[in-house]
Structures are given as structure tokens and as C-alpha cells.
């Protein structure tokens, strides 16, 4: 069955048959983590660094790095019982959605998602980020494998 995981969204399966998917990342980066041994898989689609100050990101977790990246990997390890240190993780999007891109979004989630993984003592294991291309993701639970669709960023 298809998990389709829309802007800071997360989803979590350990179900074999299961495609976890995410469309269209341009600025947005997806994590993604895959645990072998356990046969879980996850996906979080993070649409920007961190919350303005005077925002509750509570109620959408995932639309933030700062508390996307930790919150998949927790609920990984505390309800599936994965391990941090045999995770497989992959970081893909980050792209330049425009060409005078002034704010730089997709640069600045793809350097904050770095150093988050990076202070869980967690290793990115493939990175398919920035450029200006959109990308499409679909990760099979079976074996954490995920084919990426690539189409130019057209604005």
C-alpha cells in the first residue's frame, strides 16, 4: 500500500508491501531512514530549518528540521526498535526553486539537517540534494531502496 507523506509530514512502516512516497521537493528536503535488521522504514518531509520564534511547532512537527529529523528517528527507535547506529539514512531535495533566490530555503534545510544527523551521531548514507530540480521520492519498506523521479524546477 502507498504512504504518502505531504509537507511536514512523517510515516512510519514496517509493513513489507508498503511504497513510502513524497512528491515534488524542490526547497524541501525528505529524510529518509531504513533499519535492515528490523525491516522499518521512514520518510519525513520538512519544508523549512526551524520555526519563526513566536510559532508552536508542536503542532506540525515535521515542517521543521529542527524537530522533524529527531521525531522520526525517535518514534523509529522507541516504537519499532531500531538502533541509531545501523540506520541507513538518505537526505534528497534542497533544491534552488528560483533563480534569485534571496532566502536560499533549500540550502539552509539541507546545511540544518546535516548538522541535526550529525550531532545524533547519525551518518547520511546517500544524498541526492540541490540543483534546481524537483524530486520525487518513493521508498520501498522491503528494502529502503528509493527511487528518485528528478523534473526541472519551472517557475
Given at each position: 500500500m502507498d504512504k504518502i507523506v505531504g509537507i511536514?509530514?512523517?510515516a512510519i512502516s514496517n509493513r513489507r508491501e508498503d511504497i513510502i512516497k513524497t512528491f515534488a521537493l524542490a526547497s524541501c528536503v525528505a529524510v529518509t531512514a531504513y533499519?535492515?535488521?528490523k525491516g522499518v522504514a521512514g520518510m519525513v518531509h520538512?519544508?523549512?530549518p526551524s520555526p519563526p520564534h513566536n510559532e508552536d511547532s508542536s503542532i506540525s512537527p515535521g515542517y521543521y528540521a529542527v524537530t522533524g529529523v529527531p521525531l522520526l528517528i525517535n518514534k523509529m527507535c522507541t516504537v519499532y526498535g531500531c538502533t541509531t547506529d545501523e540506520l541507513k539514512i538518505g537526505l534528497y531535495g534542497g533544491?534552488?526553486?528560483?533563480?534569485?533566490?534571496?532566502?536560499?530555503?533549500?540550502?539552509?534545510?539541507v546545511v540544518t539537517v546535516?548538522?541535526?544527523?550529525?550531532?545524533?551521531?547519525?551518518?547520511?548514507?546517500?544524498?541526492?540534494?540541490?540543483?534546481?530540480?524537483?524530486r520525487t521520492l518513493a521508498m520501498d519498506v522491503s528494502t529502503g531502496k528509493v527511487k528518485i523521479t528528478l523534473l526541472p524546477i519551472t517557475i
Open positions: 511536514g509530514e512523517y533499519s535492515p535488521s520538512i519544508a523549512l533544491a534552488n526553486s528560483i533563480r534569485e533566490d534571496i532566502f536560499k530555503i533549500g540550502k539552509k534545510n546535516k548538522n541535526i544527523l550529525q550531532n545524533m551521531n547519525l551518518l547520511i548514507d546517500i544524498a541526492e540534494i540541490g540543483n534546481t530540480l524537483s
